[in-house]
């Protein structure tokens, strides 16, 4: 019992969202969530999000709240319980976002990204990063997603 007690101490805490400082890049845990306009339940709801994975950026902490913001430049305050780690961005502008094979335009063309899809977001370098929606993945350029690079 106690050779576990100690090997539960040794182990990592987990890393959550509400334990970062700002700013730094979060996405919902949640497949709803309201954004208020204050850092309380008694504050009026804004908006309500209703994408698990939608990336927003965590500016400000108050308590256990935090002040995000969202790909349109919206500000509002989210319960930092329903914030994750788990990087995600969301496809942007007004053309679908090219997703290719490799790290290069010259790359095969897999398929297209509608502006909003949100995907999971691997590695990033030289403007290009891995994005995957489902069980589709490859390459693309940085400047088609909202939720890469620094907060």
């Not at 050779?3 to 709803?32: I, T």
């Amino acid at each position: 019992m106690a050779g576990a007690l100690l090997w539960l101490q040794a182990m990592p805490a987990p890393a959550y969202a509400q334990d970062n400082e700002p700013p730094y890049w979060a996405s919902l845990k949640v497949d709803r969530a309201n954004m208020r306009v204050g850092p309380d339940r008694s504050y009026p709801i804004d908006w309500v999000y209703v994408r698990e994975g939608l990336p927003l950026k965590v500016v400000r902490k108050s308590g256990g709240w935090r002040l995000v913001e969202d790909q349109d430049g919206s500000r509002g305050w989210i319960l930092g319980r329903f914030l994750s780690l788990d990087r995600y961005a969301v496809a942007i502008n007004d053309g679908y976002a090219p997703i290719y094979a490799e790290a290069s335009t010259g790359a095969r063309l897999l398929w297209r990204a509608q502006p909003g899809v949100i995907g999971h977001l691997g590695k990033c370098a030289n403007d290009w990063c891995e994005f995957r929606v489902d069980e589709k993945q490859g390459w693309v350029q940085a400047e088609h997603i909202w939720g890469d690079g620094a907060p």
